[in-house]
């Protein structure tokens, strides 16, 4: 329970207008079916007690310390992509950080500084006008770009801008009790253009593998390192959800090819890597191709369900390329790559296919939420940057493993998953995505729930993969001992110096599937069985 | 058991070494501060002897430097005593993986052993200036000494690692922290994690405080098919910086850095005696270098793009110098890639040694616009201390398409002439407190003068630094007396 006490007092900091406690208001921040189906949020999920809307670092640092002395657990939220930026403690204080609104490119050192309610639309649209760019994620340009690079932070074109942990400055954290630290060049000038320590790295502690969800403070501004690209414009065109950006072409171009084998389509990724040329380039999953040209929900299940075998065909033995070549330099550099990308289709008989000179997803905006449109429900079972090869061998694992929870999970006739090349090609990354019908009977949806928690990161553990999204949504108790060892053990010596009564974002993500896994029958039993 | 005995019984008798003369080599190397001794070292041959030494100093509450190949630039102070762990008998490769372009090597690895067993597979390691030829790969590296190829993409070369805790525990990290590694699917291609907390980045710039890394994936790249260099004159660094911004941004060629013409001269000169005086009076002022690179696919076509690229930027950004193939009184320009992705050579005495002796390097980050100004500041704290000006060597590196910039200054000195050693000493300290006022960025704070002065201005940070030290090293035996703990 908030005291009324304590309600005027964090009153008094933010402004009458920017805190609530009315029911209303509070459904608005909730938990509950809010839209993104997941035994965390199903078990866990709450209404917030109190919400409040600080405008600065100050008036958050602020708030938490109130918080942090009256022992109140807080959650901070900046555009609600994931259940774990909502309340899942009882008598949570909901911070929202939407009036954090600063965004200050600057050009010249190629950095921007952001506020915690600033979206990628906004950056990459601003980063633009100075021939800057940056990697819109996967996630979608609505996401939070704060967020975003403490989360996770992938895209394509991480391929030549790297991940988004990579690109972190200076920047301003609220620790767990309030005080507020500065990082990088931060921590003794003015300008945030580097993200380095004063010997040892603190960025380190904000970001692993992954980030903490909001269980280790809360990052108000943010300087990312923003990458140059050509100064030619992006022409927007049509409106809606039919909005695209035509590339300039004489700068930048997709390439598509059609590769003869799986491992035709590997080694000419790998080549071009080794080649020193491109911006990005992926497998298109088939399922993609019917979502592009499907106009609506039921225009893609006409599609997709129709002819089964042959789909199943389409989906095991088509090998989509799509290749982003920028002419950084000049026009002159696309002709070059273009030579280059070529040449090395033509060693792997790879046959190029037209393709229209328009983007929708990966400079700007998102086209992440045609993820959900399928079924309802979305969610990615894990996710690997290793070596390619490892990439694709983890895939052909799902998808094995998927079709033993297929239904209830959406039939995509044993597609092995999206792979694609990061890092210069020093690594490639695989995404395993899964879609289901979030209104699905209670047995069904158990039987998903399974799949996610349970497992898929056992599958991992048997095959030593260790990564992102199972991190989140698989108990720690599966994986802990299996990878560092004991990663958890001292990720929580951190978080225990740091925020000793937990309070930021409780349980945290440390313990809440182990919290949801120990109050659900089904997945106990299952965890019991499947787990060695 | 006394502390050595218990020492022997880890790693045997040889390996124990107490006696003061055949300590000095294990510490000694260029520092202005006074040489301390620590009570033995200790070599180990693998990570597992290595736990059981930090383990057993947990216990007897003993400080543990590491030391990776044994050579040390700035020589290591352990400054309460305490076990030097000395590495540089490990120095396996691994495995070279051409394919993901990578290699996993020891600690005790040197820059000349790498490059040499590299060159045969035509691959390399994007290398710093000059890392001298039996310094460590991995420390170079966790010690984010500033890459010659400017360009963002070639950066973050440390992958997967292995690493000892302070408390003693072996761990690994990224797709390497499988407890099999490396069986199973992650080949340690990802650095970071595992989990919410990154390894990697607090064992960077941590000086062995932090924990110590017993292999390390690092990123290999092809060498270039072909090179083309240019070297760029300037009468002034002030002049140079809107054409290091505007190369840059076009993303044009590999390896760019500027020199002054002491430093280049300091390089270049075929012997110091004869030809130093020479050269450095024929040199520009400040010169500016730059290597075009061609790969594997129509290499001269990639180079002729960019070359293209390049003359435009000089007629209309920097029309008043040239772009020549020729360094002015050292010859054609062909022969720098190969000197410049080497480390310094073994038999030669060190570049920074060559002129007067010793050499103490004032080291910091700033962005490029501000660079002037610390030339300037510097300049004058050097002359209010009696040092010549004129006798400072400068090298600006550009990072990351000169987004910011790495600063080194570098005080030539006669480490036999005391009263030249202490001007030089006077200078220097002076010369971190008007930087630091000037906000320069101490990413790597050596030697306790530079670290008091660093971590004093740094209140915030420095509390968290050592409140994260305490959960991790809660008997402060990895250095203790190094940075700020």
């Known amino acids: 329970m908030i005291s009324e006490e304590i309600y005027k007092e964090l009153e008094s900091i933010v402004g009458e207008k920017w805190i609530s406690n009315e029911p209303e208001m509070l459904q608005g921040y909730t938990n509950i079916d809010r839209g993104w189906d997941s035994a965390e949020a199903r078990m866990l999920g709450q209404n917030p007690a109190v919400v409040v809307l600080p405008a600065n670092t100050e008036e958050v640092s602020e708030v938490i310390k109130v918080a942090s002395r009256n022992n109140i ?27 954090l609104t600063t965004l200050e490119v600057d050009a010249r050192n190629q950095n921007a500084t952001v506020g915690s309610g600033i979206v990628y639309a906004q950056l990459q649209a601003e980063a633009l006008k100075h021939g800057l760019y940056t990697a819109v994620p996967g996630g979608g340009s609505q996401v939070g770009v704060i967020p975003n690079h403490l989360c996770w932070g992938f895209s394509p074109l991480t391929y030549r801008v790297g991940m988004a942990n990579r690109r972190i400055l200076g920047l301003e954290w609220i620790l767990p009790d309030g005080e507020i630290v500065r990082l990088g060049s931060l921590a003794t000038g003015s300008n945030p253009f580097m993200g380095e320590g004063i010997g040892p790295d603190l960025r380190g502690l904000i970001r692993g593998s992954i980030g903490w969800n909001g269980s280790l403070g809360i990052v108000t501004k943010m300087t990312t390192k923003l990458l140059p690209i050509h100064n030619q414009k992006f022409n927007p065109l049509r409106i809606m959800k039919y909005s695209f950006l035509h590339f300039p072409e004489h700068r930048q171009r997709w390439y598509n090819f059609t590769c003869p084998s799986k491992s035709a389509m590997v080694e000419f990724m790998l080549d071009v890597a080794h080649a020193e040329i491109g911006a990005a380039m992926t497998r298109v999953p088939i399922a993609w191709r019917y979502l592009a040209k499907s106009t609506s929900k039921e225009d893609y299940w006409d599609k997709w369900a129709q002819d089964p075998d042959q789909k199943r065909k389409e989906v095991t033995e088509t090998y989509i390329l799509r290749f982003l ?7 002159k550099q696309l002709e070059y790559e ?25 400079m700007q905006s998102g086209d992440s939420v045609t993820m959900w449109w399928l079924t309802g429900a979305f969610m990615t079972v894990t996710g690997l940057i290793d070596a390619l090869d490892n990439c694709i061998k983890l895939g052909e694992e799902f998808a094995k493993l998927k079709a033993q929870y297929t239904p209830p999970l959406m039939e995509d006739y044993g597609d092995e998953g999206w792979y694609q090349m990061n890092d210069m090609g020093h690594s490639g990354y695989l995404e395993f995505l899964n879609d289901w019908d979030p209104l699905d009977s209670k047995q069904n949806l158990e039987k998903k729930d399974i799949y996610f928690q349970v497992a898929g990161p056992q599958l991992l553990v048997d095959v030593g993969v260790h990564h992102f999204f199972a991190q989140i949504v698989s108990p720690l108790s599966i994986d802990n001992p299996e990878f ?19 309070l930021s974002n409780p349980p945290g993500f440390l313990d809440s599937l182990d919290e949801v896994i120990d109050g659900y029958p089904a997945l106990k039993k299952a965890k019991a069985k499947i787990c060695k | 058991m006394n502390l050595k005995e218990k020492l022997v019984k880890i790693v045997g008798t040889k390996r124990v070494i107490d006696d003061p003369a055949k300590m000095v080599p294990f510490i000694k190397g260029e520092s202005l501060e006074p040489l301390k001794m620590p009570n033995c070292v200790v070599s180990v041959k693998d990570a597992k002897e290595a736990a059981k030494v930090v383990k057993l100093a947990n216990k007897s509450i003993t400080p543990v430097i590491p030391s990776s190949s044994g050579t040390h630039a700035r020589s290591i102070i352990p400054a309460q005593g305490g076990i030097i762990l000395d590495m540089s008998k490990m120095k396996t490769i691994h495995d070279i993986d051409k394919r993901n372009r990578k290699v996993r090597i020891e600690p005790g690895l040197t820059w000349g052993e790498l490059n040499s067993k590299l060159k045969r597979h035509k691959m390399m390691v994007y290398n710093p200036l ?3 030829s039996d310094s460590s790969v991995i420390t170079t590296l966790l010690e984010r000494e500033p890459r010659l190829n400017t360009r963002f993409e070639y950066g973050e070369q440390i992958l997967a690692l292995e690493m000892i805790w302070p408390t003693g525990e072996i761990f690994k990290t990224g797709t390497a922290s499988f407890k099999k590694y490396p069986k199973g699917l992650g080949s340690g291609d990802y650095p970071y994690g595992p989990g919410p907390i990154d390894p990697l980045r607090l064992l960077q710039g941590a000086q062995g405080t932090m924990g110590i890394v017993t292999w390390a994936n690092v990123k290999i790249e092809h060498k270039p098919k072909a090179d083309k260099t240019f070297c760029m004159p300037f009468k002034k660094f002030d002049d140079m910086i809107e054409a290091i911004f505007a190369i840059q ?5 590999f390896e760019c850095l500027a020199l002054d013409n002491l430093n280049l001269a300091c390089i270049l000169a075929k012997d110091m005696a004869d030809d130093f005086e020479r050269l450095r009076k024929t040199l520009p002022p400040w010169s500016l270098i730059i290597i075009l690179t061609g790969p594997q696919y129509f290499p001269e076509e990639k180079i002729a793009y960019e070359e293209e690229a390049l003359h435009i930027i000089r007629n209309t950004v920097f029309p008043g110098s040239k772009v020549l193939d020729i360094v002015p009184g050292f010859g054609s320009t062909h022969v720098l890639p190969d000197i410049l992705r080497s480390p310094w050579p073994k038999k030669e005495v060190y570049w ?22 610390f030339i300037a500041e510097v300049k004058k704290v050097a002359g209010n201390n009696g040092v010549d000006p004129d006798a400072l060597g400068i090298y600006i590196q550009p990072v990351d398409f000169a987004s910011s910039a790495h600063v080194e200054f570098n005080f030539f000195y006669n480490p036999e002439d005391a009263k030249e050693k202490a001007k030089v000493a006077n200078a220097y300290k002076e010369s971190i407190e008007a930087a630091l006022k000037l906000e320069a960025h101490f990413t790597r704070p050596y030697g306790k003068v530079t670290s008091d002065l660093v971590y004093e201005r740094a209140s915030s940070y420095t509390g968290m630094l050592k409140k994260t030290k305490a959960a991790l090293d809660p008997n402060n035996v990895m250095n203790p007396g190094a940075l700020c703990f």
């Open chain 1, 73 to 99: 657990g807080y959650t901070p939220v900046s555009t609600y992509f994931t259940p774990s930026a909502g309340a899942t403690s009882d008598d949570c204080l909901q911070v929202d950080l939407k009036r």
């Open chain 1, 325 to 331: 070549l920028i002419g950084y330099t000049s026009e």
């Open chain 1, 338 to 362: 273009e030579k280059v990308l070529m040449k090395i289709a033509a060693k792997h008989k790879a046959e190029h296919r037209r393709t229209r000179q328009v983007d929708g997803s990966w």
């Open chain 1, 484 to 502: 560092g060892p004991y990663y958890g053990d001292f990720a929580r010596k951190i978080k225990d110096a740091f925020d000793p009564n937990y």
């Open chain 2, 130 to 132: 000059f890392p001298r």
């Open chain 2, 249 to 253: 941004r076009k993303r044009i060629g």
């Open chain 2, 352 to 373: 920074k040694s060559r002129l007067k002796g010793a050499c103490q390097d004032l080291i910091f980050m700033t962005i490029m616009d501000k660079v002037p100004e």
